[in-house]
């Protein structure tokens, strides 16, 4: 009795185990029943609230004279007393006969459940709680109309919208309602964004009665207006952008700037910045470019395209104008208020500054006018507008058959800069004198005057540490070193010579390498020969104007050898470190971390509302508690077989257990014979002897008690 008691004490935690590891199983299906349950009672009521026809008690998609005439049999039914509406019901019912009377919000409202005044129930309810009905002001909505025509915007419709992609600019296009209130609110806004996009982008505007269209663009979640925007070249929705942000100036013309047209910020610097971080910073070959705003708002699009576009002539800042730092700013570079821009060129040049606003024409017009120095550099990406160019490009035109390029060339040294300087003054020198009369032919700088006004005379100069090969083919001389090249020497000498072009004229100088590895082992000469002369002289401006002359006036009236060769290639040069430093650190918002979250909780806010959800979730508890059921039982059907196989050799077990008692406790045989050969020397590599190996008859000799002793 006393063991069968004991047996029997562990059936509880049994039990409870047991429960336990059956709720552990079906934790997932009760779950997915439990989320099934409460979106199909819960959120889906919620997500398809009654319909306003619904409040009226007609079908929905009525005609305005339906909602008329139900909206007239509740006002007699209330009049006459048969029903007393509380307040609530009649400021729901009112709402819905102001809204379906409505051209514009009805059929927003029938096509793509537009309610963006649904607001006004909230508030009616909070405002007239407790209240009669004669105490509420009628009416409840304000009607609001926009005509775009109006606002002189272009208008998009399914005919002309194919024809809009297929230009090279980006496509900004806003859906719009005449009956929304967003929508004439954001009117102004849009007539800002198109101004300051004009030049860089195309706009548009696409009314929700093009059903077609604004079905296949607009979105129900973030209502109207909805701005979608198509890169260039974009011709399908693929690579269309939706825009979520806020609706201002700023954020959208951003927006379009920075994920649309990949557009870089300009950064704004401040006084005690502005030279340590950028003047300094910006490299001395480009003009530096300096916007100062009265307002801190963001470089508008066209400049920050122009400043895409100039990247490798300019370098662009912001400045906030302040009235506090007005002197500062006029002593320094001349501005006498905002907005101004100011171009800053080489050291010794007064800056160029204009005052007032531009839009994007002006802009660029004052940007190819002031892009160079005033003595240009010659690099990779001027040689060719400079008309130093052995591959036939001059200024004057393609029918030039003889131009001229006088270069200056050097390391950055204090005798580059007075060189530079000399040079500066020539250029001015012969730039402002008047026009050539019969008289003034006679003068030593007529030839040179001659040249500079057919645009057939070209100064500029010439970095010779970055562009040392160059340097190098052209002052061939002993004391090359001193100019071109890495500083070897203490010496530094500025160097000038003259590159007399002669065009073949049955050379093809359009002609350009097809590919990289035409480029590559491209070995043919330049089709426009050179000849080289090298300034000797003093730094006297005369004396240098006058060498030019002469060189112009042999080179344009004798018969000169010309020299056919290959000239070595400009060497590209680096990127502003500042500029590029701005680009690679700016993130587009379609690529951040917090876009990617607002699109992730936008999806779950889409497929909140989706029907199919309940259903779905259902199927998956059902297919879910299925498995589990299945697996189970198959292991509890598994576990018994084998207990009742157990219990079936049970007795053949003791019956064999008490037949061989002692085999039990006797060693295995076969067992002891392994455990031998596994504790048994390997051997497998000395070699067998004869002495290894047992005759046949041999057997074990037993010796004598006295061979032992």
Known sequence: MATSSVSRVPAKPAATSSLLSTLKAYFIPFILFSTSLFYQLIVIPRAFPRSHYDVLGIRPHSSIEEVNQAYEKLSSKWNSGVEVPSTIDFIKARYAFELLTNKFWKRDYDLFSIDEQFHVIEKAKEQ???GSISEITLPLLETISFDPEDHAVDVINFENFLSKLETDKALLIQIFSPGSARCAQFSNKWKRIVTLLDGVADTGVIDLADVQLATYLAEKRPGIPALVAFPPGCRGLRCMSRYDGELSVDSVTDWVAM?????????????ESMAQDFLLKSKPHKVKVIFFSQTGERATPFIRQAAKNYSAYATFAFVLWQEGESSLWWNMLGVESGPAIVFLKETGVKPVVHHGYVNSSLFVDIMEKNKYHVLPQLRSVTSKELGCDPRGFSRAGKDTKIWYCVVLVGRYSKELNEMRETMR???????????????????????????????????T?????????YCFFYINSENSYETCGPMRDIIDTAQLFIVRYDRNDTEDVGKQPTSKFSELYNVETDPAAQLVAKYNGSNKIEQIVQWISEIIKDGDSKNLPSFKTRTPELVPEDADSSWSSWSEGTVSPSRGLIHRVKSVLNKVHDYSGDPRVGPFLLLAALISFGSVWFKRSQVAQSSEADHSSQKSNEPERSNQQTREPDQSNQPNAKDATMRKRRTRPRNDLVPPSMTDVDPKDAYQAEFSDSDTG
């Open 128 to 130: 007239y709680v407790g």
């Open 259 to 271: 994920s649309i047209l990949s557009l870089p910020r300009i950064r704004y610097y401040s006084k």
């Open 425 to 459: 003054r020539i250029q001015e020198t012969l730039s402002n004198d008047r026009d050539l009369t019969a008289v003034d032919q006679d003068l030593p700088s007529a030839p040179a005057l001659l040249a500079l006004k057919q645009k057939r005379l070209t100064f």
């Open 461 to 469: 100069w010439l970095d010779g540490e970055a562009q040392k090969s």
